[in-house]
């Protein structure tokens, strides 16, 4: 097993513009450069066109939640400190076909809701008997503004 395992390698060249986004506070998604879909998961060619090249966009950090489950039971033992917790696909406000695994964060599991307007937050993903900590996008719901 990888040393570190389960935090992310942040060297794998797929994703390692993702973790490198995070690591600067931006959610990072990959873009096909021939016909602007946005390719994720980033694990081969485009599969719109078929062309090999992205670039990494920026994105505004805005998605809402498409699915989630709340873990109680590890399945690794790595994980055990932080149950119970969210673990969520969320759809990117700018590409609502991008569905990205995260957590969410700052709600209460009975609070959330299918479509939940939510925005990035970045956490540090630190497990049980593993040294290191990488900075992770998380999601929490966008704070509704208090009405006077
Ligand atoms: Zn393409």
Same mark, same amino acid.
């Given at each position: 097993m990888r040393e570190g395992f389960p935090l992310p390698d942040l060297q794998w060249e797929p994703t390692r513009e993702y973790w490198a986004g995070a690591a600067a506070g931006e959610l990072r998604m990959p873009r096909c450069t021939a016909c602007r879909r946005f390719c994720w998961?980033?694990?081969?060619?485009?599969?719109?066109?078929? *062309?090999e090249q992205v670039t990494w966009e920026r994105m505004t950090g805005r998605a809402k939640l498409f699915t989630w489950v709340v873990l109680e039971h590890a399945f690794l033992p790595q994980y055990g400190r932080d149950l119970p917790f969210v673990s969520a696909l969320v759809a990117l406000?700018? *590409?609502?076909g991008v569905r990205v695994p995260t957590r969410i964060v700052e709600c209460a599991a009975e609070d959330l809701a299918i479509d939940q307007p939510l925005e990035v937050c970045f956490r540090p993903l630190r497990f049980a008997g593993v040294d290191g900590e990488v900075v992770a996008p998380f999601f929490r719901p966008i704070a509704r503004l208090s009405v006077a």
């Open positions: 998961y980033p694990d081969g060619n485009c599969r719109g066109c078929g *062309a406000e700018e *590409a609502p």
